[in-house]
């Protein structure tokens, strides 16, 4: 069995990428669903079907030139560990990591393309990139969509476009999707109207991990619904606009909370730091929502000397396929939060209490 | 008014969702509303909502034994009501009289504008050409200018239409 942590970048180098605004927007990701004409959609095909198209997908994606250096592997011979690894890489999707029989997967070695094959559909093969890249993630997965087309021949019609397993994904079949860090929004309790008004444009807003997910570290996704009847370039410039407007509202609200509320914020982070930093035993929730509030200090250079990617890296490899994956031994809840609480400390000795700012004296700004 | 699921009782539970320019209504008994999950009406998808109203409607044609099937998967209307997915490429065609509403209220428009396999590009835009190309044929012939018409003709013919043109 090959170690998919060995083939996967490490957490450091992992969150040491940078992309444009990427203190507000983490990663860009964009999505596309296609099938196979001839056959039947996995959710409906019977195994043997489903085994066939995974050997008539999986050649022809790991042979086009993005995916030359490749981890390719059938879901059944990965352990349900490194099924959970890899969906907090979000690298699969969790309906992906209760594939068995069937189902395989294809990443390539700079984490930047991801193929699920017979998820909801034969195929789902998603571009990923940090910070704020939507059209670049959506140009990197055209490209590879189109040379996959000329290996594999996709359901297509006239009238409805791509046919995919799922209604909602027809047409188009592209999820364009960004992950928030959205604190200020959170603490200045403006996040339910932003989410409100961006449900309204027809977009959704998810937590961490997708559908039916919670907002664990004011961590939100923002995505479309809609896929048929409008263009792709369409369905990413009217992302793209929304999402500059969250970073101006959350740009704005951390503003706000600074000269309005300044003892709220430094509360937070302070009390975060104090948890974070000196507890003995933590849970993986707990660990996110603070981490939330450290990542927000040292964007508010109240941490200096501290790097955003430390506070990033800490967030993934707290999490329990991670933490898990670092020790030999079979760990109960209990003792990986004696663990994670162990790890916290020691990664957090070198960094110092945060700075005392005081607020602005007013008529500033 | 009538509850529009049950289509007994009066309805008392009216919703409306906007979704872009477009406004969907649906108007509930409070029974149906309750079985149907609305209570808190902003946790609710139309959508949802609507895939079980034509359910009903599948339900009915069962037992008429008029029941639905997919030739090429035989996937059937109530499984798509269980899973919400469809079997297979063909269903789409299959059930597309069931499947016209539905897309209407999940989606932005019903036709597909956007990225096209390439092999098949090329068609698409012919078919397309070919359907603005006749309507002004139609046009031509009922304002009786004939010799624009016979131009339109040889156009269409020389695009392989007539047959092209017929198959979407």
Partial sequence: ?365 | MQCCVCKEKPATVHLTQIVGDKMQKLDLCEDCAKAKGVNDPTSFAMADLMLGLGASQEIESVAAGLELKCPRCGFSQADFKKSGRLGCPECYRTFAEGLAGLLKSMHKGTRHVGKAPEALRQSRDTVDRLKTLQKKLTKAVEEENYEAAAALRDEIKLLGGGTAAKSR
């Fill in chain 1, 1 to 365: 069995m090959k170690d998919i942590l060995a083939f996967l970048c490490s957490p450091s180098d992992s969150t040491h990428r940078h992309g444009p605004h990427d203190r507000i927007v983490m990663s860009s990701r964009v999505r596309l669903a296609r099938n196979l004409r001839d056959h039947a959609f996995p959710g409906w095909a019977k195994k043997p079907e489903r085994v066939k198209v995974l050997d008539l997908a999986m050649p022809a994606v790991c042979s086009m030139p993005e995916m030359a250096d490749s981890f390719a592997e059938a879901m059944d011979n990965l352990t349900a560990l490194d099924k959970q690894l890899l969906v907090e890489r979000h690298l699969i999707s969790r309906e992906h990591a209760a594939k068995n029989v069937g189902s395989g997967l294809v990443i390539n070695r700079t984490e930047t393309f991801s193929v699920m094959i017979n998820e909801e559909d034969h195929l789902r093969m998603q571009a990923l990139r940090p910070g704020f890249q939507t059209r670049e993630a959506w140009q990197a997965i055209d490209k590879l969509d189109s040379a996959l087309e000329k290996k594999l021949s996709f359901a297509f019609d006239n009238e409805l476009g791509y046919l995919t397993a799922c209604p909602t994904n027809l047409g188009t079949g592209i999820r364009v999707s960004a992950m928030l860090h959205l604190p200020g929004l959170v603490l200045n309790e403006q996040i339910n109207p932003i989410i409100q008004s961006v449900n309204k444009l027809g977009l959704a807003v998810r937590g961490l991990y997708g559908e039916g997910t919670e907002a664990l570290g004011n961590v939100f996704q923002v995505s479309n619904q809609m896929t048929l009847g409008e263009s792709e370039t369409v369905i990413v410039e009217r992302l793209e606009k929304v999402l500059a407007q969250i970073i101006e509202h959350e740009e704005n609200s951390r503003q706000t909370l600074l000269e309005k509320k300044p003892k709220v914020v430094f509360n937070h982070i302070g009390r975060a730091y104090g948890v974070l930093a000196n507890a003995h035993s933590i849970s993986s929730k707990e660990t996110m929502n603070l981490l939330s509030f450290l990542r927000l200090g040292v964007d508010m250079e109240l941490f200096p000397g501290t790097d955003r990617s430390l506070v990033d890296e800490l967030f993934l490899i707290t999490q329990p396929a991670h933490l898990q994956k670092q020790v030999s031994d079979k760990l109960t809840a209990e003792e990986r939060d004696l663990i994670r609480a162990d790890m916290l400390r020691e990664r957090l000795k070198t960094v110092n209490r945060p700075l005392v700012k005081n607020p602005p004296p007013p008529g500033t700004n």
